[in-house]
Every structure is written in structure tokens, then in C-alpha cells.
């Protein structure tokens, strides 16, 4: 069993939205506990068979949530929602990409060839960075990208990648998390995403951006391509959650965000460490069993 912690490192006296995890073939989040504030609800993203905890700060310190982590061993495999298509503008592929997409997969001539020549596209379409406007501002679909570099994170990357993969007739899943980098020893403070595909049975995960990032060469299938370890949190883009007297439409619960009493939900800057079995706070605690 490992841990997984969450430090808020920004002041925040609104309630604050958390996920409690997911589970993939490697690792399965089955318990979280929260520091510092006490979890006052209880929600659910019922299409993705998500949930999120509303949580309300004590004001007697900063709030830092704890994920209890299970190895493979106890892991339960990918959601099968992970890989359910759904129409979404986060997911959806434009006419002109899934013409472009299925042309691809046929040209390659199927099968997993057709899952690696959309990869190696994707690949071929961006090089990494975090641009001001990302390339599917103002649209309700994901465009394809016919020429040329286009500016993008993972989290950029990864949209069109699974677009793509989707309107060719892929079963493609969206993960997201956290990578821990090798040379930093366990901390990280910024999110990661990747894409695992599923075809006879066969599951394959990519990493595009690291590859990229890393100057690693075509990408090939299979976790951290660059030195470390990543903790899956959820996975999907397009996420609703019912708040009692409000909802919350986000692209994606990845993080703790702060709840305004008026406004949408912001991200919350934060450090995030994964280690071992994390040792019994002497401060109190709530906690939440993930089922």
C-alpha cells in the first residue's frame, strides 16, 4: 500500500470539490482522508461512475488530503467507462478529423497497426507547450490538425489523440493524474495525463508528451517512458457533479478545486508526493472508503 498526498498551498476558506480516485490494472485508490477540514458531502458522476467529496476547512491549518493507494495486486483493472465514447465537445471529433482518422486506420490496415499509425499522427501534429488559448477554444469539437506544429500539453495532446482514436473505432480511454519524475524524489505539483487503448483485448498505454518532452523518439506504448511513477486520480473529460443547490460542470475533477459562492470552480495550487504506506497523523482526520 502506498499514499498519495495532496498539500494546498494556497489559502482557501471556500469549500473545496476533491475526487476520490479511480483504478486502473496497476493501482487502485481505496481510501481517502482529509486534513485540516472536514468532508461535508458526498458526490457522484453517475455516467463515469466517478465521486467527489465537498470539503469545508477547519481554519486550523492548510488542508491536505490523503489517498490510500493499493498495489496491483488489489488494483481492479480500467473502468469500463474509462473506454465508453461519449459525445462531449472535450471528445467529440470533428467530420473533417474522423474522415482523417479512419483514413489513417485504413491505410495502416487495422488492428493495432491502425491504433499506432493514429499515435504516430497525433505525435506528428504538436510540439509541447502550454499555450495561452488551447486549439479547441471556442469549439464544439475537436478539429483536425492537417499541417504544420500546433503548440499543446499532454492535456492537448491527448484530447485529439483519443478523438481520433474514438472516430476510427477505437475503444480509447482518458486518464488523468499525477507523474512523479525520478529525479525528484516523490513531488510533483502539477497534474499529467496519458491515453490507454483496448482492442481484442489488448490494452496499451501511450505517452505522448513525455516522449516529445524527453526528445525520446516515435512513441511507443507503455507507462513512463521517462524515469518515475504516475498515480491515476480519474479519468474522461466532461464531468458533472450535483452540490446540492448547485452543479459543477467541469471538464475534469483532476485536483481539489475551491467552490466560489458565486463564479465557476477554480484550481487550487498544490504539491503533491507519493511514498509509502503514509505514517498516523497526530491531527485529526476525516475519512471517506472509496468503493
Avoid at 52 to 71: E, F, S
Amino acid at each position: 500500500m502506498r499514499t498519495l498526498e495532496f498539500d494546498i498551498t494556497e489559502p482557501v476558506d471556500e469549500l473545496i470539490l476533491a475526487p476520490t480516485g479511480t483504478s486502473t490494472r496497476y493501482q487502485a485508490v481505496t481510501q481517502l482522508t482529509v486534513t485540516g477540514g472536514q468532508i461535508t458531502a458526498v458526490a457522484t458522476e453517475a455516467d463515469l461512475g466517478l465521486g467527489a467529496v465537498l470539503i469545508a476547512p477547519d481554519g486550523h491549518g492548510p488542508v491536505r488530503l490523503h489517498y490510500a493507494v493499493a498495489d496491483s495486486a488489489h488494483a481492479y483493472g480500467y473502468p469500463e467507462a474509462a473506454f465508453r465514447p461519449r459525445d462531449t465537445r472535450h471528445t467529440r471529433a470533428a467530420v473533417a478529423l474522423t474522415n482523417a482518422s479512419r483514413a489513417i486506420m485504413q491505410e495502416a490496415g487495422g488492428g493495432r497497426a491502425g491504433i499506432e499509425a493514429l499515435v504516430a499522427e497525433a505525435e506528428a501534429r504538436f510540439e509541447y507547450g502550454h499555450p495561452k488559448n488551447r486549439f479547441t477554444d471556442g469549439l464544439d469539437a475537436v478539429p483536425y490538425l492537417s499541417c504544420g506544429l500546433t503548440p499543446g500539453s499532454c492535456v492537448d495532446i491527448n484530447t485529439y489523440l483519443v478523438a481520433s482514436l474514438r472516430a476510427a473505432g477505437y475503444e480509447a480511454a482518458y486518464l488523468y493524474g499525477y507523474f512523479f519524475p525520478q529525479e525528484r524524489g516523490g513531488m510533483t505539483d502539477d497534474g499529467h495525463c496519458w491515453v490507454a487503448t483496448r482492442y481484442q483485448g489488448e490494452i496499451l498505454e501511450w505517452d505522448i508528451a513525455h516522449h516529445i518532452k524527453a526528445g525520446l523518439g516515435p512513441t511507443r506504448p507503455g507507462l513512463n517512458p521517462r524515469p518515475g511513477e504516475r498515480v491515476a486520480v480519474t479519468h474522461s473529460m466532461g464531468h458533472h457533479y450535483e452540490l446540492g443547490d448547485r452543479n459543477a460542470c467541469l471538464k475534469l475533477l483532476g485536483g481539489p478545486m475551491r467552490i466560489p459562492k458565486e463564479g465557476e470552480p477554480q484550481r487550487l495550487k498544490l504539491k503533491a508526493r507519493v511514498s509509502a504506506v503514509s505514517e498516523k497523523s497526530q491531527t485529526s482526520r476525516t475519512m471517506i472508503p472509496v468503493d
